[in-house]
């Protein structure tokens, strides 16, 4: 451990993982993924940047993962962000669900208004109402996605194994909720395992009942029977908040 100040600027930490989201490429890091997830005492912890399908050892939601970690840069100044030594990340066991909903009830936030009182940019919440919908992404837009991974793809060092280029999902997911102070609030869905439900329902039932049993898996069960949603904020627009995380969670 590193204090600098009295602020901690490296470390080791174990948090349950919660959040992958959807891989983005940028010109400094490349293809990269934003996880985040909460330690054994109930604090938030955003890891980034993660070459995600560069790592030797992956990880999966619900499962403990422990790293060495450095404060980031001055370009994030978000408490919860931690820049991860990635050789040094450990995949550990996998959360039981008979614990989870327990683990999570105390972090339970009302709103982002309310995590933001506290100084919060990661904050999980339990919406009120749920509307699930998807639109069809455009031509240039997919075509601007299939360059920027065809483009990460090809970035890599001699040690790096060589990756196919991702596809572009060709839908976008969006939710219209409501939190527990009546708030109402539209979100666009930066969830990996949404799009990789998409993904595997497409391979087995073809697109449209894909689509069709994702309104009915996020529109209807996972409502009806105990959802989270997962708020972070952007680290250049610290006001606005964005949906990184669906999770399936039975409340107690």
Known sequence: MSIVHGFQKSGRERVVILVKALPHVGQKHGETVCCAGVTLQGEWRRQYPIHFRRLQEGFRRWQWIEYDWIAPGPDDRRKESRRVQEDTIKSCEIMPERDRAIFLNRIIMNSTDQAASHGMTLALIRPET???F???KSVTQIERER??????????SLLDPDLEALEPCPFAFHFDWKDSD???HKATCDDWETAATFYRRRHDKGEQEALRSMEVTFGEEYPRNGMAFAMGTHSRRPEQWLLVGVIRLNFT
């Open 130 to 132: 749920v509307k699930f």
């Open 134 to 136: 998807y639109k069809r």
């Open 147 to 156: 360059i920027a991974y065809q483009e990460a793809a090809r970035q890599k």
């Open 182 to 184: 009546g708030k109402s």
